[in-house]
Nanobody, 129 residues
């Protein structure tokens, strides 16, 4: 049974760093593609995803600043967030789906909330200047 629980959120100043964690994937951890969505007023968008083979994908807004990775032995998903900006403020949800990520053509970032069956409640990140 998948019950995702995030941790690691907090308040930081611009340029600071945080590392989010997500646990609760259950025994079928290796079968899932997973990642992180950023929710702010009026929007909820994927920022970092990692497929079942371990390949990571990022939204343009976080490339070079965020790193998504898995600890396979502990069955934990992480999001390392560096050089944080005020626009990174929001609720970060851990998400998962069985199997591969949907295919996006032409290098587009096509991922949607509906592509992920499993969601955590989120952990709040606040970046202040």
């Amino acid at each position: 049974q998948v019950q995702l629980v995030e941790s690691g959120g907090g308040s930081v100043q611009v340029g600071g760093s945080l590392t989010l964690s997500c646990a609760g994937f259950g025994s079928s951890y290796a079968r899932y593609s997973m990642g992180w969505f950023h929710q702010a007023p009026g929007e909820r968008e994927p920022v970092a995803l990692i497929d079942d083979s371990g390949r990571a994908n990022y939204a343009d807004s976080v490339k070079g600043r965020f790193t998504v990775f898995k600890d396979i032995s502990e069955k934990i998903l992480y999001l390392k967030m560096d050089n944080l900006k005020p626009e990174d403020t929001g609720l970060y949800h851990c998400v998962a789906r069985e199997g591969r990520l949907p295919r996006c053509y032409g290098g587009s970032w096509c991922y949607k909330s509906s592509h992920f069956a499993f969601w955590g409640q989120g952990t709040q990140v606040t970046v202040s200047s």
